[in-house]
């Protein structure tokens, strides 16, 4: 059976959700939040396939602008 771009895209998600709650004392928070973003570009790539709704490409952009948050320094300004 194939994977449709949806499934890959629902996986794809899915990992990036697991790689940024899986937080560990010690461990480099932006080598975590690196992995979850270049597999929602991975996501993003699959989405630009015309069978995938333009709500579901909505969704991973969404995603992908949200990790901006989390790439931001803590006491940095946020950007413009």
Same mark, same amino acid.
């Given at each position: 059976?194939?994977?449709?771009?949806? +499934?890959?895209?629902?996986?794809?998600?899915?990992?990036?959700?697991?790689?940024?709650? $899986?937080?560990?004392?010690?461990?480099? +928070?932006?080598?975590?939040?690196?992995?979850?973003?270049?597999?929602?570009?991975?996501?993003?790539?699959?989405?630009?396939?015309?069978?995938?709704?333009? $709500?579901?490409? +909505?969704?991973?952009?969404?995603?992908? +602008?949200?990790?901006?948050?989390?790439?931001?320094?803590?006491?940095?300004?946020?950007?413009?």
């Amino acid at each position: 059976m194939t994977e449709t771009p949806g +499934d890959r895209i629902e996986k794809l998600l899915l990992r990036a959700d697991s790689t940024l709650r $899986s937080r560990v004392a010690g461990a480099d +928070d932006a080598a975590r939040v690196a992995r979850a973003r270049r597999t929602l570009e991975e996501a993003r790539d699959i989405a630009r396939d015309p069978d995938v709704p333009p $709500s579901v490409r +909505d969704l991973v952009q969404r995603r992908l +602008d949200g990790l901006g948050v989390l790439e931001r320094p803590a006491d940095g300004p946020a950007a413009a």
